[in-house]
């Protein structure tokens, strides 16, 4: 039986990410935990969250789940959500924080007073349905059109020291990368588990996925 560890932080509704694999894996075994050696024998990890990264990291630190992470990352097939896309990134305006450091790049905040192309003001945090064009193939978009819509809610974006890891861009009002991949790792500041049909058939890409990039 295949394991899913979602990492457990005290951060995000892990509910419904653990409801949404339950979906489209009904006989994996799915473990919501914060336990090193469980995530370490899990076949496949996803690493969700919601909130300030200065916490995520204070959090994380507090469990002694940084080295693993960063272990994780390079030894099996790994999936980032939210602020587990902006942590594995380095600096962050946020409090002028670090995240893990795991991919190069920085976390920028959206500007204030951004207008779209008729000139109406756009909210920070960025929430609700938007498009994302992918950028390059990749395993985890199989079945899923480009432009597709996923559900954003975020202030933050990543923006990667190398393009070559960009697999998916949105706009708000500009061009911002809200997918990544490197090797085993895929990540998104989308939320999957909220996103309907095409995020639930991007879930379902990485629990069959080899970790191969394609």
Not at 113 to 120: E, Q, S, T
Not at 165 to 187: I, M
Request: glycine letters at 10%; a negative charge; hydrophobic letters at 45%.
């Amino acid at each position: 039986m295949q394991r899913i560890a979602i990492v457990d932080y005290d951060m995000g509704n892990l509910h419904s990410v653990a409801k949404a694999l339950e979906h489209v894996a009904p006989e994996a075994r799915i473990e919501v935990t914060s336990e090193a050696s469980a995530i370490r024998a899990a076949d496949r990890v996803i690493f969700p969250g919601v909130g300030a990264m200065p916490d995520c990291i204070r959090a994380l630190e507090s469990r002694g789940l940084v080295d693993l992470l960063k272990e994780v990352a390079e030894t099996k097939p790994m999936l980032g959500i939210c602020l587990g896309l902006q942590a594995l990134f380095g600096p962050n305006e946020e409090g002028d924080s670090h995240g893990l450091g795991i991919l190069p790049g920085r976390v920028r905040r959206f500007a204030t007073g951004l207008k779209d192309a008729d000139g109406a003001r756009l909210k920070v945090p960025h929430m609700g349905w938007n498009t994302v064009r992918q950028a390059r193939a990749h395993p985890l978009w199989a079945g899923i059109a480009d432009q597709s819509r996923f559900y954003f809610v975020h202030s933050y974006y990543v923006e990667p020291a190398d393009d070559a890891l960009v697999a998916g861009v949105s706009a708000y009002p500009e061009e911002f990368a809200c997918a990544v991949a490197r090797d085993r790792l895929f990540a998104v500041q989308f939320h999957p588990e909220k996103s309907q049909a095409a995020g639930l058939r991007l879930l379902a890409n990485f629990v069959g996925w080899d970790g191969n990039p394609g």
